[in-house]
């Protein structure tokens, strides 16, 4: 029998090719890379910053003690026997924060919701940068226009023998976290779905109630993020806040000269001798606005996380 040979396709076996890795993976790939050694530099910079405030700003907490550094009355680092408690400088820090954020956030909010939701185009288009605008003033400039403009006028109106207080404080505070509430709040609100609002307005609701009750419980956690964002420009703030409150070591009162954290660190560092107690216990005020600043974050992001879950 004569045996016949049949071409079938596909059967003949040919070399493997090597296989390379495509442009688009390799980039992929790199960027991946990038992406994790950023994330890591930032964690080691947090990090690099903690362990440099604690060891700097313990030895002055144990040789002072731990009760009378943080709920000390009086502050005398050049006395000649010195005393360094910073209660003063912790009340007046919360204070003046907490009358910043009263003041700034209402309005800031406002602002937002105005500008996302009711604002005609070209109105936005005016306010939007005017606002952009106070962002990218350095605080310098806050501080000298408060001093020659907002301090003497507290003087005359409150008829003070000194304008700089932890009044005009405040009022510098509120004016400067604004860019940041107004900013990240209005992101927030455009980021709600055209859906919500329009579901609520076909239910009957008022625009005014849709926006409030619907669209800024929504933007809840872009608010409270603004919020956040304000609270640490108004606790970390320094230049501005030394021309303005006085800068003295007094117990908070509204229209007294004060010291915030951030003020007796930048006063009192420049002549502080290396390696003594001042300059030791100026890195434990640091510490502890480190420490007062991460609380804070800690606290409201945890009240965010339980609103969630609820």
């Known amino acids: 029998m004569d045996e016949h040979l049949s071409y079938v396709p596909g059967a003949e076996q040919t070399a493997p090719k090597p296989q390379h890795r495509s442009p688009l993976r390799v980039m992929e790939c790199v960027m991946h890379a990038l992406f994790l050694l950023c994330g890591l530099i930032a964690i080691a910079f947090v990090l690099f910053i903690s ?42 820090s919360i204070y003046g924060t907490a009358g910043a954020i009263l003041l700034g956030v209402p309005v800031g909010f406002l602002t937002a919701v105005f500008l996302a939701k009711v604002a005609p185009r070209k109105v936005a288009a005016v306010v939007r940068p005017a606002i952009d605008l106070l962002a990218g003033i350095p605080s310098v400039v806050y501080g000298l226009i408060g001093m020659m403009v907002l301090v003497p006028a507290v003087r005359e109106l409150f008829n003070l023998p000194d304008g700089a207080s932890l009044f005009c404080a405040i009022i510098v505070l509120a004016i400067m976290i604004l860019p940041s509430i107004v900013s990240v709040s209005e992101t927030a609100l455009h980021a709600v779905p055209k859906e919500y609002e329009e579901a609520s307005l076909a239910l009957g609701a008022t625009e005014i109630e849709t926006y409030f009750r619907v669209s800024v419980p929504a933007a809840k956690s872009g608010i409270a993020a603004s919020i956040v964002m304000g609270i640490g420009r108004a606790i970390g703030e320094a230049m501005a806040v030394i021309m303005v409150a006085g800068n003295v070591a ?7 000269s004060v010291r915030f954290l951030t003020t007796a660190v930048a006063s009192e560092m420049s002549y ?6 001042q300059q030791q216990a100026l890195f434990s005020i640091a510490l502890v606005l480190f420490l007062f600043i991460m609380l804070i974050n800690v606290i409201l992001n945890l009240l965010l996380k339980w609103k969630r879950e609820a």
């Open 250 to 256: 007094n117990m908070p009162s509204l229209f007294s």
């Open 272 to 277: 502080a001798a290396v390696g003594s107690l």
């Open 51 to 92: 362990f440099y405030l604690i060891l700097s700003g313990l030895p002055a907490i144990r040789t002072i003690g731990l009760t009378e550094f943080l709920f000390g009355q009086t502050w005398a680092s050049t006395a000649a026997e010195p005393q360094f408690g910073i209660l003063p400088f912790i009340l007046t």
